[in-house]
């Protein structure tokens, strides 16, 4: 069960522990110009009751980490309740969702387009940019070595379409993430068999229910999507 917050609660980011570390060990190494990118969203449709949240998805915090210190810089996340706000009104724990993207961010192709893009702003009048942010921006679309393409299901069977993506691709290249809203299909993508390699794309991505797909963020295992907690299924 979630842990519910209150005014002299913390908020409460890490609902399975063990999950969570397990989750952590199957993110893949990273190279030494590389860093994981992760956000705390407050989700508006997540609240059940009418809320004050004026976007669907209003971005808390958002942060790099090694892989050793990932759990640690999730922990942190949970500052006291209240501490995150929208017009001088808690953000409520029901909100709360944190993402992850699992493949890794490249440090170094980031730096050289966030020069550029910070080159581009200093040549006009300040309107109002945040450098940090507008560099962490480019660490987030700076994807480095990829080892993981994402497709994203709502509303549709599980089984059917797993029964369907077996036609098309070897389910051992394949890890199902369960969301709040549907699944993810996570394909490893070094473990693609070659007679899958050119086809596997284009009938996957034509399954029923599939309406994001990419270098996506995906919710991370073991922590808080609103009020469910996402698991891998296999």
Known sequence: PLHLSSCNMNYKIIQDQKMLED????????????????????????????????????????????????????????????????????????????????????????????????????????????????????????????YFFDLDFDHVDYDMVISEAAKHINMSCVKSLKTRGGFHLIIELSKLEKQFEKTWYKSLAALPGCDVRGDNMIPVVGCAQGDFVPYFIQ
Not at 27 to 40: D, F, I, Q, S, V
Not at 123 to 137: A, D, I, R, W
Request: charged fraction near 25%; glycine fraction near 4%.
């Open 23 to 146: 989750f952590i060990e199957w993110l893949p190494p990273l190279g030494k110009n590389e860093t994981y990118y992760a956000c705390l969203f407050a989700r508006k449709k997540y609240c059940e009751a009418p809320t004050h949240i004026s976007a669907d998805k209003q971005q808390l915090r958002r942060f790099t980490s090694s892989k050793e210190r990932l759990f640690e810089k999730i922990r942190q996340l949970e500052c006291e309740y209240g501490a995150y706000s929208q017009k001088n009104m808690p953000i409520p724990q029901a909100a709360l969702a944190l993402y992850i993207h699992p493949n890794p961010r490249d440090m170094e192709k980031a730096a050289k387009a966030a020069l550029i893009r910070l080159a581009e702003l200093i040549t006009k009048p300040y309107n109002g940019y945040n450098p940090h942010q507008e560099v962490l921006s480019e660490i987030q679309k700076s994807c480095g070595k990829k």
